[in-house]
């Protein structure tokens, strides 16, 4: 039996007019960005539905994961209030750490460090931000998180809500892509990815999903 994984990123939070590394940072979600995951939610209990053999509402959900960080957790909490669940809280799921970077918009680390961002968003592997963390380390924990919490629910449906930088790291290694890669995989607030485990190999079957009622 396959085992289906909802991946989610968080909506939006508090402060999201002006784009910032937020990173570790412990912001609320914004009003709306409640909103966007209500409708997420809404939207699982469906397809999970079509999922039940025989079709049952709600069919299970047997399993939320996410951050320790509120964004993540509060996200977590809306999608598992249907199933009776308590989010599974895994620190391994947050967000990178910026290092100086932290709270600065985009447009600040542009033009008091150029050079640096530039580099940076051209060879993501190579160059970390500054004083922050590192693609390679930052994928190993994320990694081997992704593959305790899949290899404990062979066959379940779960969910993981998590950050756009960790979504990216488990969408470019479950597509067997380089991480040099990981800015061209978009992830909106509360982007719903849905990636299928099979006998022979994972399958996305939907990436950076908005959901719209």
Known sequence: MDTTLYLVRHG????????????????????????????????????LQKRADPPSPPALLKAVYCSDLQRAIRSAEIIARPYSLDPVIVP????????IWEGMSFDEIRNKYPDE???????????????????????ERVIDAFKKITGNHKGDCIAIVSHGGVNRIILCHTLGISLGNIFRVEQ??????????????????????????
């Not at 002006?18 to 009003?31: A, C, H, T």
């Not at 391994?92 to 290092?99: A, K, P, Y």
């Not at 060879?123 to 930052?138: A, D």
């Open 12 to 47: 939006e939070t508090e402060g999201a007019d002006i784009k910032r590394y937020k990173g570790s940072i412990d912001v609320p979600l914004s009003e709306k960005g409640e909103t966007q995951i209500e409708r997420v939610s809404a939207f699982l209990l469906k397809d």
């Open 117 to 139: 961002f530039d580099a940076w968003a051209g060879n993501p592997l190579q160059f970390s931000p500054m004083q922050g963390e590192s693609t390679i380390v930052m994928k």
């Open 92 to 99: 391994s799921l947050r967000e990178r750490n910026f290092g």
């Open 188 to 213: 909106d607030y509360a982007a719903l990815n849905i990636l299928e485990f099979r006998d022979r190999y994972p399958i996305v079957k939907l990436m950076n999903g908005i959901i719209d009622v």
